[in-house]
């Protein structure tokens, strides 16, 4: 069985919905740990309620590599084979990429290759879009440009706020994360150039 790392920096919603799918027997992998870089992540909370190894690591008054070396000394304790970025707000060194290569996915909310950043949704959202929706993607040394594996639509309706649209592109999200993490962890993804070539 896989082992996996779930990154955070905050609420943890994807990271909660990992869990459940675990516990429900829908998703099999160990998830060996939680790490966050901030120390009031909610995320924290629910890895610890459901017995999961969880650290925080500030990130606060070290270097960018200082940081990272700490996490990847938990990293490599844990054996872990997938990093997952579930809301990590902390962009990794190309060091880090290159320790984890291939092995580093993240869940961005907008149809990349539109919408890169921080703000996915609202950026959708003030574009006028007619369909956004989220991208799990493999992390290569730009921002939110690696190899996609698999996309989920969200068509905005004519009665929609920002807001409902955003919970219902956090619904799809949680449905996406899983599905991706399965793929690998079965072995599934191959990386073809741009393309995620997905195995039957
Ligand atoms: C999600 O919208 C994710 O796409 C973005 O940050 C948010 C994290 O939400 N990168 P949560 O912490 O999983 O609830």
């Avoid at 990992?18 to 901030?38: E, M, P, R, T």
């Avoid at 120390?39 to 999961?52: M, N, P, S, T, W």
């Avoid at 880090?96 to 907008?110: D, G, L, Q, S, V």
Wanted: charged share 30%; glycine share 8%.
């Amino acid at each position: 069985m896989k082992n996996i790392a779930v990154l955070i920096s905050g609420h943890g919603t994807n990271l909660q919905s990992i869990i459940d799918h675990i516990k429900a027997g829908k998703l099999k992998c160990n998830l060996a740990v939680v790490i966050s870089n901030k120390e009031d992540a909610y995320g924290l909370v629910r890895a610890k309620k459901a017995k999961i190894p969880a650290y925080f690591i500030d990130h606060k008054d070290i270097s960018r590599e200082e940081h990272e070396k700490k996490i990847i000394e938990i990293l490599k304790k844990y054996k872990v084979d997938l990093v997952v970025l579930a809301g990590y707000m902390r962009i990794l060194t190309p060091h880090f990429i290159r320790e984890y290569k291939n092995r580093i996915i993240n869940i961005h909310p907008a149809l990349l290759p539109s919408f890169p950043g921080t703000d996915g949704y609202g950026d959708t959202w003030k574009y006028g879009c007619k369909v956004g929706g989220c991208t799990i993607h493999f992390v290569d040394e730009g921002i939110d440009t690696g190899p996609i594996i698999l996309q989920k639509i969200n068509p905005l309706r004519e009665n929609d706020t920002l807001e409902s649209f955003k919970k219902r592109g956090l619904k799809l999200e949680h449905q996406a994360f899983p599905e991706a993490i399965k793929l690998f962890c079965e072995g599934r993804l191959k990386i073809e150039g741009r393309k995620v070539r997905v195995s039957k």
